[in-house]
């Protein structure tokens, strides 16, 4: 065997490590939640929906999992720039298109946020990428701007917004990016309580893109992680969101859905 195919297979071996550690750190941070076998689901809470981030990995699998939903009838997708997926839910007659640069600033969406019942916020980028000032101002400036406007505007209840973080979000992380996704959740929650807003987060491990997005190679690395259930589709994502959003009586404010519970709650939604 050469040195690089030894160099390879150690890393493999190091990566897998890991992976079981960010896995058990995933299930572990927060208690599972596990669907009721006879829930009372509430279609209505899906029939006008918005996302933002439908142009990012999680973002294309939760609208994909919306457009093959027939109780969700209009989707406002709010968004910098479209995708094959956004034109495919155009033409559908199913996705209206905002263009929308300034995300501290949502007036200009407020006459659509009137009949709006759920929002899908899959906005986000690495702690590579940006600056720890610019992490903040997106994961937790962004959807807390959001929320308090629609919310000034919106006094309808059975209302909900679903945020992505992740595995190994904290607020003793650490990691800076892991604080910061914990203090959106916290942030967020407070500003539901008590307005009949329902706020859920949800913390995947690793996502794998839709059959659409993903390339061999990812093929290659995410399909034994999907099959030893350490890696959720980005479609199965927003399957779980979309039976969250049904379950207002079950799943309330504040509600943390880890890796195991999002896997439970997108079979469940298959299987019906």
């Known amino acids: 065997m050469s040195k690089k195919k030894i160099f390879l297979l150690i890393l493999g071996i190091a990566c897998l490590l890991f992976i079981g550690a960010v896995y058990s750190i995933s299930r572990s941070s927060v208690e599972d939640i596990q669907p009721i076998s006879t829930p009372q689901l509430r279609q209505n809470s899906l029939k006008e929906v918005m996302i933002f981030g439908a142009s990012g990995t999680v973002g294309d699998g939760i609208l994909k999992a919306l457009l093959m939903d027939k109780n969700v009838h209009k989707i406002q997708v709010v968004t910098r720039r479209l995708t094959p997926r956004i034109e495919e839910g155009v033409e559908m007659g199913k996705v209206i298109v905002t263009r929308h640069m300034n995300y501290l600033d949502y007036v200009p969406l407020k006459d659509k946020l009137l009949t709006v019942k759920a929002v899908y916020w899959a906005i986000g980028t690495s702690a590579k990428n940006v600056s720890d000032e610019k992490y903040t101002e997106i994961h937790v400036d962004f959807p807390v701007a959001f929320l308090k406007l629609w919310l000034s505007l919106n006094k309808e209840k059975q209302k909900s917004f679903h945020l992505i973080t992740g595995a190994g ?49 990812e093929s290659l690395f995410y399909t034994p992680l999907e099959f030893t259930n350490l890696a959720v589709k980005s479609t199965h994502i927003g399957q779980c969101m979309i039976e969250v959003t049904m379950r207002p009586e079950e799943i309330g404010n504040g509600s943390i859905l880890n890796h195991s519970s999002i896997r439970s709650f997108a079979e469940l939604y298959r299987e019906r």
């Open 169 to 217: 979000t904290g607020a003793d992380s650490w990691f800076h990016w892991a604080r910061e996704k914990a203090k959106a959740e916290s942030e967020l929650s407070a500003l539901a309580k008590g307005t009949g807003l329902r706020f859920i987060a949800y913390r995947p491990s690793f996502v794998m893109p839709s059959a659409e997005q993903i390339t061999s190679f």
